[in-house]
């Protein structure tokens, strides 16, 4: 379906769908509006609504369908007279011009208008770049002109940063061309989906918070071993400047006209993976129910909600929706992508074994679980009511998502499931791990539980990077796992349910003014690179200006 058919409202209608007056809303154009963040201290009588954390399996690529399947449960909700609001992260350029494409849903459950969300949107990934790359030139600028803070050039950590795929710039040199210039030194990019800035705008409150953790970041060490921080180098002030607005969340609205906020955009395979605190809390006290995507499977995006952003928002999920494909379980189960249209019940029953063990780790947290099934045209109805039974089997609720066909007419029954899940389930949330342990028995204590792995490897530097942690007083902050979203383990070519393997640890990353210890495993990269055929080459603007080809 092409999402240029739909009739949009003008956005201040969409507003007061939730409460929100025209003018108190920040318009960008006739369709989306950034919504100021200290309007919820109008709402804070509120009572909240209830929180729904929507995951998925291990992602392949046949698709699961998240972003689908999320719009899709928010406008089934809303048609069985419901109100409720998606939350989402913003698109990162890079993947819309890598792999995947654009992140806006599909079908007839998609997100509005599809090409700004895509692209530039409202500028908060622009801004947090501007953010990024200001610290680090202030860091060059403060070693050029006399390095009063006697920073050691050779552990400058703070790289630049970049929104796109851009292989060649992980590792480069600096300051090359004479003495102006500054002095030269190894540094690199990383996607500004992995830059702490980015993380940090997700987790702050609202713009004291937002300073105070800009000047936290550790940009570095002197020359005697110590930390040097943003705030040594007076840069959080001009930072949050460059972030005032990029705090406040947008609204747009859903295919069937319905409101979402769309807001950050942290990878869940190298950052914490939610949209932001702000857009969450705002939403549960303008409607009955929240759905929150969380990036990437299960051993992602959703264990560091339940594991840290829980925490530091103080949020109690009320159930949680696990996406799966028949596509992409049978792929899982070992099926070639070309071969997915092929009913196969012996692959699929392979797969559900990736299923299993994300339904298992969602149960570790003491939360209800619901499998949606997101229904591609080729799934026989046998292959569905294998999943369905064999889901029913470990005493977990199912349901058919049609979202992509129907809209919301196609997921009123999953948008059913899901009340019940919250209505009648059990629900004794709790974390995995106390944040005051040692932090090797934090990362094994997920990569025990959550990747199943029989050991943990560490090589020196990762010892070294604990041990400086712990002593400089930073060991009680929580993990954030740095991790590949292709596999439960830490090799991206090892598809359905690995266990007892050794999963190593390469060098652990402190990351403070974000509040979390990043431990780096396997070969996962924080700047990723273009295909050979990206999806860029199909991306192209008629004289009239539209925009082709974005999906």
């Known amino acids: 379906m092409n999402a240029k058919m739909n009739t949009m409202k003008p956005i201040t209608e ?53 972003t689908t399947t999320s719009i899709g449960l928010s406008l089934g909700l809303n048609r069985i007279g419901k109100k409720a609001i998606v ?18 849903g599909g079908g007839k459950a998609q997100v509005l208008p599809m090409e700004e969300i895509n692209l530039h949107f409202t500028g908060d990934i622009h801004a947090v770049s501007a953010a990024h790359n200001l610290l680090a030139a202030m860091i060059d600028a403060h070693i050029h002109n006399g390095n009063e803070l006697n920073i050691d050039v050779r552990k400058v950590r703070w790289p630049r940063t970049i929104d796109m795929n851009d292989r060649a710039l992980r590792n480069v040199v600096v300051a090359l061309g004479g003495s102006s210039n500054g002095f030269p030194r190894e540094t690199g990019y990383v996607i500004t989906a992995a830059s702490e800035v980015m993380a940090i705008l997700c987790l702050a409150e609202n713009v004291n918070d937002l300073k105070e953790r800009l000047s936290k970041i550790i ?23 460059l972030l005032k607005d990029a705090l406040n969340p947008n609204l747009v609205q859903t295919t069937e006209n319905t409101p979402v906020i769309v807001h950050g955009g942290p990878f869940a395979n190298i950052a914490h993976g939610t949209n932001s605190i702000i857009a969450t809390k ?31 928002a103080d949020l109690k999920p009320d159930t949680v929706v696990l996406v799966a494909s028949v596509r992409a379980l049978k792929m899982h189960g070992g099926e070639d992508k070309k071969n997915l249209k092929n009913e196969n019940l012996e692959a699929l029953r392979k797969g559900m074994e990736n299923l299993k063990v994300h339904i298992e780790n969602i149960k570790k947290f003491g939360l209800p679980v619901v499998v949606a099934i997101n229904k591609f045209p080729t799934d026989s109805s046998t292959e569905i009511k294998t999943v369905e039974e064999e889901v029913k089997k470990m005493g977990v609720r199912f349901a058919l998502s049609e979202g992509f066909e129907k809209g919301g007419e196609g997921t009123e029954l999953l948008a059913k499931t899901v009340i019940e899940s919250i209505e009648k389930d059990k629900n004794d949330f709790h974390r995995l791990y106390d944040w005051n342990l040692p932090v090797k028995e934090k990362i094994e204590t997920l990569a025990r539980e959550i990747y199943r792995a029989g050991r943990v490897e560490y090589s020196a530097d990762a010892l070294s990077d604990i041990k400086k942690i712990e002593k400089t007083g930073y060991g009680h902050l929580p993990i ?49 690179g273009l295909p050979k055929e990206p999806a860029a080459i199909n991306i192209d603007v008629d004289e009239d200006g539209n925009i082709t080809g974005l999906f």
């Open 480 to 528: 954030i796992m740095a991790k590949t979203q292709s596999s439960l383990s830490d090799d991206p070519k090892v598809i359905g349910a690995p266990s007892g393997y050794t999963f190593t640890i390469r060098e652990v990353k402190l990351s403070a003014g974000a509040g979390f210890i990043v431990p780096i495993s396997g070969e996962i990269m924080t700047m990723p």
């Open 87 to 104: 939350t989402l992260r913003e698109p990162s350029l890079g993947p819309v011009f890598g792999v995947k494409g654009g992140a806006t």
């Open 282 to 312: 705002l939403a549960l006290k303008l409607a009955d129910y929240v759905i929150t995507e969380t990036g990437f499977a299960a051993d992602l995006g959703a264990e560091k909600f339940f594991d840290v952003v829980s925490k530091y």
């Open 219 to 241: 940009i570095g060490e002197t020359v005697d071993g110590k930390y040097v921080t943003a705030g040594d180098l007076h840069a959080q002030g001009a930072m949050t400047a």
């Open 14 to 66: 969409i507003g007061k769908m939730i409460g929100i007056e025209p003018d108190q809303l920040i318009p960008y154009g006739k369709y989306m509006a950034k919504i100021p963040h200290q309007l919820i201290k109008d709402f804070e009588s509120k009572k909240n609504g209830k929180l729904i954390i929507v995951t998925a399996i291990t992602p392949t690529p046949a698709g699961e369908g998240k």
